[in-house]
């Protein structure tokens, strides 16, 4: 992305020693412009936070919003939903707009990095839209946001796993090797460490009394997962250091604690969660901090479009744009979708507290099953290659 980052910045030479502001407005420039979306995302987070904690009042003087049929804080996931909904349009719209733009100083890319005033404007009339939208096509979106936040799981998944693996290569590639010997040690060792910690501390936390049968499994489980992608990796013929299996180990323990976490503080299993349902400022500061990470998450994954081409190719022309547009925007419209997921607790006739994210067993499960399958693709990275290897030699045989 450096490449990517020189010739952006080269395009404007001038427009660097003006004032951010100008920039915005006089400088179409592609690296401010995606942080200008980020920024419009997160305001759209806070406002679905805003309309499911604190606008039921002004909800229920709507006509139009009376189709939960009883069912206690649907007005606020219903709210969600149509902030969600509005998200998606502007950012899906914006993606079929943007869709293919390969070269600067094209109308779609010009699209892309400028035109603020008129995307504000509409960013602001798709908020506003959903709520004049029937309460039946709410709950259709509702369903199909289920998918779209899978797919934005997926999109991550295979994000993260594409940068370890780039992190391993560039630490044992020939001109940083000998330079970065020690620290991948310590950065595995670290990793490993922190590993074993979490497992011990969630048997802790989450299991006061043996009939936790459930949070025993999933720690148990993903202890088995640590050791068998650490058993893989550094099979011979895969011969991955510990580097790779000490990352991966620290991303399915926190998936597993975010699962446990999501359980329902109602759980006898669950006293860390029973003990923090008051809306203390422990409690305040672990959603802004949650809400937060989501929104960098989607930033991050946006702009790694490079690890979805089949084709790859390091050489980047001084026209190239520097990440992928339509890639960017689709990313965000499927985290549009996440978001609304994670406030409702992946279910829409969910009943919500305030201050909470992604809470509820349909969220446990979602995320131990984001757990495992991030294991599996991960081992499945590292046996693919070898499979292929091996059916490519017997066919010539």
Same mark, same amino acid.
């Given at each position: 992305?450096?490449? $990517?980052?020189?010739?952006?910045?080269?395009?404007?030479? *001038?427009?660097? /020693? *003006?004032?951010?502001?100008?920039?915005?407005?006089?400088?179409?420039?592609?690296?401010?412009?995606?942080?200008? !979306?980020?920024?419009?995302?997160?305001?759209?987070?806070?406002?679905?936070?805003?309309?499911?904690? !604190?606008?039921?009042?002004?909800?229920?003087?709507? =006509?139009? @919003?009376?189709?939960?049929?009883?069912?206690?804080?649907?007005?606020?996931?219903? $709210?969600?939903?149509?902030?969600?909904?509005?998200?998606?349009?502007?950012?899906?719209?914006?993606?079929?707009?943007?869709?293919?733009?390969?070269?600067?100083?094209?109308?779609?890319?010009?699209?892309?990095?400028?035109?603020?005033?008129?995307?504000?404007?509409?960013?602001?009339?798709?908020?506003? #839209?959903?709520?004049?939208?029937?309460?039946?096509?709410?709950? #259709? !979106?509702?369903?199909?946001?289920?998918?779209?936040? $899978?797919?934005?799981?997926?999109?991550? @998944?295979?994000?993260?796993?594409?940068?370890?693996?780039?992190?391993?290569?560039?630490?044992?590639?020939? /001109?940083?090797?000998?330079?970065?010997?020690?620290?991948?040690?310590?950065?595995?060792?670290?990793?490993?460490?922190?590993?074993?910690?979490?497992?011990?501390?969630?048997?802790?936390?989450?299991?006061?009394?043996?009939?936790?049968?459930?949070?025993?499994?999933?720690?148990?489980?993903?202890?088995?997962?640590?050791?068998?992608?650490?058993?893989?990796?550094?099979?011979?013929?895969?011969? =991955?250091?510990?580097?790779?299996?000490?990352?991966?180990?620290?991303?399915?323990?926190? @998936?597993?604690?975010?699962?446990?976490?999501?359980?329902?503080?109602?759980?006898?299993?669950?006293?860390?969660?029973?003990?923090?349902?008051?809306?203390?400022?422990?409690?305040?500061?672990?959603?802004?901090?949650?809400?937060?990470?989501?929104?960098?998450?989607?930033?991050?994954?946006? +702009?790694?479009?490079?690890?979805?081409?089949?084709?790859?190719?390091?050489?980047?022309?001084?026209?190239?744009?520097?990440?992928?547009?339509?890639?960017?925007?689709?990313?965000?419209?499927?985290?549009?979708?996440?978001?609304?997921?994670? #406030?409702? $607790?992946?279910?829409?006739?969910?009943?919500?507290?305030?201050?909470?994210?992604?809470?509820?067993?349909?969220?446990?499960?979602?995320? +131990?099953?984001?757990?495992?399958?991030?294991?599996?693709?991960?081992?499945?990275? @590292?046996?693919?290659?070898?499979?292929?290897?091996?059916?490519?030699?017997?066919?010539?045989?």
């Amino acid at each position: 992305m450096e490449s $990517g980052a020189s010739s952006g910045n080269g395009r404007h030479p *001038e427009g660097m /020693k *003006e004032s951010w502001f100008s920039q915005f407005r006089n400088s179409p420039n592609p690296w401010m412009a995606r942080y200008v !979306y980020g920024l419009m995302f997160l305001i759209t987070n806070l406002l679905a936070w805003a309309v499911r904690d !604190y606008g039921r009042g002004a909800l229920t003087e709507m =006509e139009r @919003l009376q189709g939960c049929k009883g069912v206690r804080d649907c007005l606020g996931a219903e $709210g969600v939903l149509r902030v969600s909904l509005g998200c998606f349009t502007f950012y899906f719209i914006m993606f079929l707009s943007t869709a293919g733009t390969s070269k600067l100083h094209k109308p779609r890319e010009l699209w892309h990095s400028g035109w603020w005033s008129a995307k504000i404007i509409l960013w602001v009339a798709l908020m506003m #839209l959903p709520f004049l939208v029937p309460s039946a096509f709410i709950q #259709l !979106y509702g369903e199909i946001a289920h998918f779209g936040a $899978g797919v934005f799981l997926l999109i991550q @998944l295979i994000s993260i796993i594409s940068f370890i693996k780039w992190l391993n290569d560039c630490c044992h590639s020939g /001109k940083y090797a000998d330079r970065c010997r020690i620290h991948v040690m310590l950065l595995a060792t670290t990793a490993y460490v922190i590993c074993i910690m979490g497992i011990i501390l969630m048997y802790i936390w989450y299991v006061p009394e043996p009939s936790c049968l459930l949070n025993i499994f999933f720690i148990t489980w993903t202890l088995v997962l640590l050791q068998l992608m650490t058993s893989v990796s550094l099979h011979p013929k895969v011969d =991955e250091s510990f580097l790779t299996p000490g990352l991966m180990g620290l991303y399915v323990v926190f @998936l597993c604690w975010c699962a446990i976490r999501s359980e329902p503080p109602e759980d006898r299993c669950n006293q860390k969660v029973e003990s923090a349902t008051k809306a203390d400022w422990l409690t305040i500061i672990s959603f802004i901090v949650a809400l937060l990470a989501m929104v960098i998450a989607t930033f991050s994954t946006g +702009i790694d479009s490079k690890c979805f081409q089949f084709r790859k190719d390091d050489t980047q022309a001084e026209d190239d744009v520097p990440y992928g547009y339509g890639f960017f925007h689709f990313v965000f419209a499927t985290g549009a979708m996440y978001f609304s997921m994670l #406030l409702i $607790g992946w279910n829409t006739h969910h009943s919500i507290r305030k201050w909470t994210i992604d809470v509820g067993w349909t969220s446990t499960w979602v995320r +131990i099953v984001n757990e495992w399958l991030a294991a599996c693709v991960y081992l499945w990275m @590292l046996v693919a290659p070898i499979i292929w290897k091996s059916r490519q030699t017997g066919e010539s045989t």
